[in-house]
C-alpha cells in the first residue's frame, strides 16, 4: 500500500474529528501553560522553562495534528504519537529535574511548598486536578482514540484538571 493510500485510510479511521474538537484541545494547553508560566516566574529557573516549553509544544502538536486531520482530512502522524509522545515526557521529567535541583540548592523550601499545596482552599483544587489526571490516564488506556466522543471526554476532563490546578496555583 502507498503511502498516500495508508495516509487517507488513516485519515478516514478518524473521521469525525472537527475544528471544534481540536480548538477545545487547545484549552488544557493553553491554561497549563498559563500555569506553568506562572510558576516559571516565580522559579526563574531555566530549566523549569524549558520543560514548560517542551510539554506545551507537545500539546500543540497535538492540536495542530487534530486542525489538519479536520480541515485537510489528512494524518500527519509525526504531529501525533511521535511529537507528542517525546515532547511531553523529556518536558515532565526536566520540569521535576528542576525542582528537584531547585529544591536540593536550596531555592525551594518544599515543607513552605508544601503548606502552600495543603493550605485551605489550593487543597481543594490540587485535589480536583489529580483526580482529573487519574481519570485522563483511565480514559488514555481503556478509550478508542479513533472515537471523536472519547476525544470530547478526555479534553473536557483534561480543560478541567488543567483549570483545577491553575486555580490551586492561583490561591496559594
Not at 506545551?56 to 495534528?65: A, D, M, R, S, T
Amino acid at each position: 500500500m502507498n503511502k498516500e493510500m495508508k495516509q487517507e485510510k488513516t485519515a478516514e479511521t478518524y473521521q469525525g474529528f472537527t475544528v471544534k474538537l481540536a480548538l477545545v484541545d487547545m484549552l488544557p494547553v493553553l491554561i497549563f501553560a498559563l500555569m506553568s508560566g506562572r510558576i516559571a516566574l516565580f522559579l526563574q529557573d531555566i530549566l523549569f522553562t524549558i520543560g514548560v516549553i517542551l510539554m506545551v509544544l507537545g500539546g500543540l502538536c497535538k492540536v495542530l495534528w487534530k486542525l489538519l486531520l479536520a480541515c485537510l482530512k489528512r494524518d500527519i502522524h509525526w504531529l501525533n504519537r511521535p511529537l507528542f509522545i517525546v515532547f511531553m515526557p523529556v518536558g515532565g521529567i526536566t520540569l521535576l529535574l528542576a525542582v528537584i535541583r531547585e529544591a536540593v540548592l536550596g531555592q525551594l523550601q518544599i515543607s513552605s511548598i508544601l503548606h502552600a499545596v495543603m493550605g485551605f482552599p489550593s487543597v481543594i483544587f490540587f485535589v480536583l486536578g489529580t483526580l482529573g489526571i487519574i481519570a485522563m490516564t483511565i480514559f488514555f488506556k481503556v478509550h478508542d482514540k479513533t472515537d471523536p466522543r472519547n476525544n470530547w471526554i478526555e479534553q473536557f476532563t483534561n480543560t478541567f484538571a488543567q483549570l483545577m490546578f491553575l486555580l490551586g496555583v492561583l490561591f496559594i
